[in-house]
């Protein structure tokens, strides 16, 4: 069982920057692949980042690539979101994710997410 905790949301003028942190409690954190997903108001759930066990792989969505950096390490159980070039479109609650396996970007594929965080890009 893993237990995500996500911090570092916040408010943040257009074309700043926000590094969001997760958290990870339980065993073999390094086992999980880890992403990160969002979700604006009225909108569906989005896929954003994704980063493989080792760390070695990471994929995004055209819509924040070269912006956003996602990473992880492993002996501090965390994994990161560094965003940049924030735009308003960027605002919504921000989810991490753990998966079983070793890397994803289907919501399906993921076992375990935390509570969110709110990021709000003000215009």
């Known amino acids: 069982q893993v237990q995500l905790v996500e911090s570092g949301g916040g408010l943040v003028q257009a074309g700043g920057s926000l590094r969001l942190s997760c958290a990870a409690s339980?065993?073999?954190?390094?086992?999980?692949?880890m992403g990160w997903f969002r979700q604006a108001p009225g909108k569906e759930r989005e896929f954003v980042a994704a980063v493989s066990r080792s760390g070695s792989s990471t994929y995004y969505p055209d819509s924040v690539k070269g912006r956003f950096t996602i990473s992880r390490d492993n002996a501090k159980n965390t994994a990161y979101l560094q965003m940049s070039s924030l735009r308003p479109e960027d605002t919504a609650v921000y989810y991490c994710?753990?998966?079983?396996?070793?890397?994803?970007?289907?919501?399906?594929?993921?076992?375990?997410w935390g509570q969110g965080t709110q990021v709000t890009v003000s215009s």
């Open positions: 994710a753990a998966s079983r396996t070793t890397f994803s970007i289907r919501q399906s594929e993921y076992d375990y």
């Open positions: 339980g065993r073999m954190f390094s086992n999980y692949g």
